[in-house]
C-alpha cells in the first residue's frame, strides 16, 4: 500500500460534458463536410461558380470545426500525460483560438470579395442560389441544434459560480460560432437573392456580404479575446476576490500572494500566499477556502507573522 496515496491527485480538467460535445461536434464535422462535397460537385456539373464559391467557403468551415474535433480528442487522449503540468483542459482553448484566426480570415476574405462586387457587379442565377442558400441554412439550422445545448449551458456561468455542467467550454463555443457564421451568411444571402429577383437589387448582395463580413469579424474578435484570455492565465477577478475575502474576513491572515487561473472549462489552480497569526496554518487557510468550488487545484503558501500584526 502507498502511504501517500491520500495525498496524492490527478491533474484530468476536462469538462464533465467534453465526451458529449466532442460527439456533437463530430456530427457537425460530417454534416458540413456532405454540404461542401455536395456544393463543390453541384458546382462542377452545374458549372456555377457561386455554388464552388460557398462549397470551397463551406471547407474553411469544415477546417475549423475538424480542428475543434481534434482538440476533443488529443485532449481526451493525454488527459493523464505527465508531460503536461496541470493537464489537457486548455487544449479546447487553443482549438477555439485557431478557430477564432479563421473565422477572421474568413470575415476579411467575405468583406473583400463584397467590395470587389459592389465595384463590379456581376450577373447572379438567382433561382440556383437560393435553393443553395436554403439547404446550406438547413444544414446550419439542424449543426445549430446539435451544438446549441452545450453552447446555451456554458453562458448560465457567473462568474465565481459555476453551475453549469458545461462550464466555459471554448471548443464547444468556437463550433457553435462557425456554425451561426454559415447560418448568417446563408440567411443575409437568401434576403439578397431575393430582393434582387424580384426588386431588382442587385447592390444588395455585395451589401449583405459586408454586413455579414463585420458581424462575423465581431464574433471572430470576441472568441480571440476570450480565448486569449484563458492561454495567458488571465487571472479571475471574481474568484481571487472571493479567496481574499474568506482569507483575510476573520482578520488573523492576510494574503501577501495570489494567482488564479483557468486550467479547464470547469476548474481554476490558485496559488494562495499567507502570512497568519498563531493558530492559522495551511491546512486552516485550506478549509476557509472550501467554499470556492471553481478550485480544483489549490497551493497553500503559509508563513507565521513575525510581529504583532500582517
Known amino acids: 500500500m502507498n502511504p501517500n496515496a491520500g495525498f496524492t491527485h490527478n491533474h484530468v480538467f476536462l469538462g464533465s460534458a467534453h465526451d ?6 463530430l456530427w457537425v464535422v460530417a454534416l458540413t463536410l456532405t454540404m461542401m462535397v455536395g456544393e463543390i460537385a453541384a458546382g462542377y456539373i452545374t458549372g456555377s461558380m457561386a455554388l464552388l464559391a460557398d462549397g470551397f467557403h463551406m471547407a474553411t468551415h469544415a477546417g475549423a470545426l475538424g480542428i475543434a474535433a481534434a482538440a476533443y480528442a488529443y485532449a481526451k487522449r493525454h488527459a493523464g500525460s505527465a508531460r503536461f503540468s496541470f493537464g489537457t483542459g486548455k487544449v479546447g482553448d487553443l482549438g477555439g483560438f485557431a478557430s477564432a484566426l479563421i473565422l477572421g480570415l474568413v470575415a476579411l476574405g467575405i468583406g473583400v470579395e463584397s467590395v470587389i462586387r459592389l465595384l463590379q457587379p456581376t450577373a447572379v442565377e438567382f433561382g440556383p442560389a437560393t435553393l443553395i442558400a436554403v439547404v446550406g441554412l438547413a444544414v446550419n439550422v439542424v449543426s445549430a441544434l446539435l451544438l446549441g445545448h452545450g453552447h446555451s449551458a456554458g453562458h448560465d456561468h457567473h462568474h465565481g459560480h459555476s453551475h453549469s455542467p ?14 451561426l457564421a454559415d447560418a448568417l451568411t446563408s440567411v443575409l444571402a437568401i434576403v439578397a437573392l431575393l430582393a434582387g429577383r424580384y426588386l431588382g437589387w442587385v447592390w444588395l448582395d455585395p451589401v449583405m456580404g ?36 474568506l482569507v483575510e474576513q ?3 491572515a492576510a494574503i501577501t500572494d495570489l494567482h488564479v487561473w483557468r486550467i479547464g472549462p470547469e476548474a481554476h489552480a490558485a496559488i494562495v500566499s499567507v502570512v497568519g497569526s498563531v493558530g492559522t496554518s495551511a491546512g486552516s487557510i485550506r478549509e476557509r477556502l472550501k467554499p470556492v468550488h471553481e478550485i480544483r487545484h489549490l497551493t497553500v503558501e503559509f508563513r507565521q507573522a513575525t510581529g504583532p500584526s500582517f
Open 210 to 245: 459586408l454586413v455579414g463580413a463585420i458581424v462575423i469579424a465581431r464574433w471572430a474578435w470576441t472568441l480571440i479575446r476570450s480565448t486569449a484570455a484563458v492561454l495567458l492565465d488571465q487571472t479571475d477577478g471574481h474568484i481571487a476576490d472571493e479567496i481574499r475575502t
Open 166 to 179: 458545461h462550464g466555459h467550454d471554448n471548443n464547444l463555443r468556437s463550433a457553435y460560432v462557425h456554425v
Open 20 to 25: 458529449d460535445n466532442a460527439r456533437r461536434t
Open 250 to 252: 476573520p482578520g488573523d
